[in-house]
């Protein structure tokens, strides 16, 4: 969208939307929520499909949960995790994320890393067990890690003894873009799907105009940094406000930097990604570009191989919008933010 094909754009949570006077669910056509991949699941959909449509979504996010989850003893990545120092095939779908996380890898020179499970563990955030880990702990750790340390091949991957593959940062955006083939299928004209922080808007609202989507302030649950007016567009936002903890009165989040072993302190609170093209795209380059921080996000904006547009909300209260979401992008006025358009 640096050639903005649609006009659309972006926002947040589905209660964010709510809150930003889209059309509330209870008004749709028809609306089901579920909750899977550990976030509460909204869809909504008008028009003759609708009943089947948002049934088939929830139904695909559970499968989806149920083949990609990391805690569930019998999901596909279970099986690939307790599969260490031989080669394992793995099912096309998921072989098809592993390509995925690898390409995002090598264009994010690393930032990206489905192999920080056992960091992740480390820091208690897969059981809520959270403590802080000690750095001769987290170096041991950061020996075994990183994706140039697996091996793939003709759908077969190998783990060595110690390693563990995490597609949570990519997964929810997957679903968003499996859900949106079931609401093209079923010809839905106007739709909205919100998967814990993943948005995914369908056509615009049943009277036209486009669907508004809130990028949640990360600094206050029920405040906005801004609100983006789209149509047809992934809009993904990740955040350090969404999974963190407290010791010793400092926060510890979920978004680790593979660098550091440590939750990524990039002086970014929050990022939004925007396309109109690939929810799983976005859900991974989100999670990229937290842990990179404004300078090279930035950078990868202009430079990179993909056609995206963000929001970057910075420790020191800046809000940082990409050129092409200039025209749909609204600020929210007292927020305390500044506001800058950047080419
Ligand atoms: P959320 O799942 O809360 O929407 P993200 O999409 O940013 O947030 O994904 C964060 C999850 O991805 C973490 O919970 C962890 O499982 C995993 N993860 C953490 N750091 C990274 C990273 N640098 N690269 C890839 N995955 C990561
Ligand atoms: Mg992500």
Redesign the pocket.
């Known amino acids: 969208m640096k050639r903005l094909l649609c006009i659309c754009l972006a926002g947040l949570l589905a209660i964010a939307l709510v809150g930003c006077g889209t059309i509330a669910p209870e008004e749709a056509h028809e609306s089901v929520q579920t909750f899977a991949m550990d976030t509460v699941m909204i869809f909504s959909a008008y028009g003759e499909g609708g009943t089947k449509a948002t049934l088939a979504a929830e139904a695909e996010v559970q499968r989806l949960d149920a083949l990609l989850s990391r805690t569930r003893e019998d999901s596909e990545i279970s099986r690939v995790n307790a599969t260490t120092g031989a080669p394992t095939r793995v099912d096309p779908e998921v072989a098809g994320l592993i390509e995925e996380s690898l390409a995002v890898h090598s264009a994010t020179g690393g930032?990206?890393?489905?192999t920080?499970?056992p960091v992740?563990d480390a820091w208690g955030?897969t059981k809520d067990a959270h403590r802080v880990p000690s750095q001769s702990e987290l170096d041991a750790l950061l020996g075994i890690v990183g994706m140039e340390r697996m091996s793939w091949g003709n759908g077969e991957i190998t783990l060595s003894p110690g390693m563990a593959v995490?597609l949570?940062?990519i997964a929810?955006g997957y679903a968003s873009d499996r859900v949106a083939d079931i609401f093209r299928m079923n010809d839905i004209p106007s739709g909205m799907v919100s998967l814990?922080?993943?948005v995914w808007v369908c056509g615009g609202k049943p009277d036209g105009t486009p669907w508004r989507v809130a990028i949640q302030d990360p600094k206050q649950s029920d405040g906005y940094a801004g609100v983006l007016s789209l149509r047809d567009c992934f809009a993904v936002t990740?955040g350090g406000y969404?999974?963190f903890f407290e010791e010793n009165g400092k926060t510890y989040h979920?978004?680790?930097?593979?660098a550091t072993g440590y939750p990524a302190e990039s002086g970014l609170t929050s990022v939004t990604v925007v396309s109109a093209e690939s929810g799983a795209l976005c859900?991974a380059l989100?999670?990229?570009l937290?842990?990179m921080g404004e300078e090279k996000a930035l950078d990868f904006w202009r430079s990179g191989p993909y056609d995206i547009e963000l929001v970057l909300v910075t420790a020191d209260d800046r809000v940082v919008v990409t050129d092409g979401l200039r025209d749909v992008f609204e600020e929210m006025g007292e927020s305390g933010y500044t506001y800058e358009i950047v080419r």
Do not use: C, E
Not at 111 to 114: K, P
């Open positions: 930032y990206f890393d489905i920080l499970a992740s955030f995490d949570g940062a929810k814990g922080g993943n990740s969404q999974r979920h978004i680790i930097d593979p859900d989100s999670t990229a937290f842990v």
